[in-house]
């Protein structure tokens, strides 16, 4: 089969870079060193924290055959597997060779129900109980791949064209891509139905950005780490109860510093002369 000379070229060619890193290792750990440090790469459903996944991916490709032979990826005409979702990095792709990755724009991640990818990995690297819900049976909606964005000034959308290409795209329908109603103060006339992602239950599965019209997509997939900010502890939500108990429950640390031995008035009082 295809994919079987495919993996065995891939396990070539690890083989072969393990062998140059044994031979040139200075060489091998200044390029490691710096594709771990591309932060735009997306991962598997499951993947652990990306300087863990590095650590953890033991780079056997079981994923991404799993992805390629999975039942609902057979070409109806043909009756062959297609091109999976996940691919294997080679040299040049600006990656750790051998670990996994997707780009949603050439195949996303359709988001399989029973997740083949993932309890195949025998390092954890793909990490199953990330991916459990209530009932303890694996559910895909809580993958969390990446965060899908989107560019405002480049979303047709909110130019006041009508266009819900990506809100019919999602497969979490009106949970992850919601439509929200705005009237058109420029014409006043008309009204914007404009595409807003949830954070707490997009994917990153990328398929609002495959099917976005724009020549360029005006949603697109970051990694989580980069397309979220954060608050910091210090700042409270008021109106949200377990936000409250968590600041309850915190610790306080108190910092004594040579400072704040002093007493406040002496500390006012410093440096005065009367
Ligand atoms: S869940 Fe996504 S990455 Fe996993 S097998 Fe399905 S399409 Fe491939
Ligand atoms: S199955 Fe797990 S260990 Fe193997 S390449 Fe995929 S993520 Fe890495
Ligand atoms: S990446 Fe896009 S299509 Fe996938 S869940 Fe998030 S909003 Fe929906």
């Known amino acids: 089969m295809n994919h079987s000379k495919n993996r065995r070229n891939f396990m070539a ?11 040139g290792g200075m060489l091998w750990s200044g390029y490691s060193d710096s594709v771990k440090a591309s932060p735009l790469v997306l991962r598997p459903p ?15 490709g079981l994923c991404a055959e799993a992805c390629t032979n999975r039942d609902t990826n057979i070409d109806k005409e043909t ?18 060779i051998g670990t996994p990755y997707f780009i949603p724009t ?7 129900e029973d997740i083949p990818c993932v309890p195949v990995c025998p390092s954890g690297a793909l990490d199953m109980p990330s991916l459990l819900n209530e009932k ?22 909110f130019w006041g064209i009508q266009c819900d290409a990506c809100y019919r795209a999602c497969p979490l329908l009106d949970v992850a891509i919601t439509l929200e109603y705005q009237k058109n103060d420029r014409t006043g006339k008309h009204a914007f139905l404009l595409p807003i992602v949830q954070d707490t239950a997009c994917t ?26 954060k608050a910091g502890d210090h700042y409270v939500k008021g109106w949200d109860s377990k936000d409250q108990e968590r600041v309850g429950n915190a610790k306080a640390e108190v910092t ?3 400072l704040s031995k002093k007493n406040v008035n002496d500390y006012l009082n410093m440096e005065l002369e009367y």
């Open 136 to 157: 303890q049976e694996l559910d895909i909606n809580k993958s969390t791949m990446g965060l899908a964005v989107v560019h405002k000034e480049s979303c047709i959308a």
């Open 46 to 60: 499951g993947a652990l924290a990306e300087k863990d996944f590095l650590t953890a991916c033991i780079k056997c």
């Open 204 to 229: 990153g599965c990328g398929l609002c950005e495959q099917a976005c019209v724009t020549e360029k997509p005006a949603i697109f997939v970051l990694p989580n780490d980069v397309a979220k900010g």
């Open 106 to 112: 050439e195949v996303p991640c359709y988001m399989c």
């Open 13 to 23: 060619t690890t083989v072969q870079s393990v062998g140059l890193a044994t031979l």
């Open 256 to 258: 004594t510093t040579e």
């Open 79 to 96: 009756g062959k597997a297609r091109v999976g979702t996940l691919q294997m990095a080679k040299g040049g792709d600006s990656l750790l």
